[in-house]
DNA sequence: CTAATGACTGTCT
DNA sequence: CAGACAGCCATTA
């Protein structure tokens, strides 16, 4: 495996298992390449995809003001201007649960 | 082919 | 507590 591909591939079967009114991050959708996640997450353009479900590490959205609000309207946990990562992050173990017959 | 960049992260100053 | 650094990988110049 490993192919650039099937990379993509799993990044973004992880994040479409994401819940309603659950947030991931960045490093559990691709722990050795954070910045991989999101460059395929910025760089997908298909349906079905929660983006504003994704993260950062901190619980600091990365698109600012619009996927903060989108989160508000599931239901996501604020603690001030981040998420509360400890209420809202879906553990990896259930991402991978979620992700088992995709990969 | 080399270098820089990005919706990142953990560790070290 | 804030800033710097190195690792990671695909994409672009």
Do not use: K
């Not at 959708?29 to 997450?41: E, M, S, T």
């Amino acid at each position: 495996m490993s192919s650039p591909d099937e990379r993509r591939r799993l990044i973004l079967a992880r994040a479409r298992a994401v819940p309603e009114g659950f947030v991931t991050t960045y490093g559990d959708l691709w722990p050795p390449a954070p910045r991989l996640a999101g460059h395929v997450i910025a760089t997908c353009d298909e349906p079905g995809v929660p983006w504003q479900r994704i993260v950062r590490a901190d619980g600091t959205p990365t698109q600012g003001e619009r996927q903060r609000r989108l989160l508000r309207g599931e239901g996501v946990p604020f603690a001030g201007a981040r998420v509360s990562m400890e209420i809202a992050r879906v553990p990896v173990e259930a991402l991978d649960d979620l992700t088992r017959g995709d990969r």
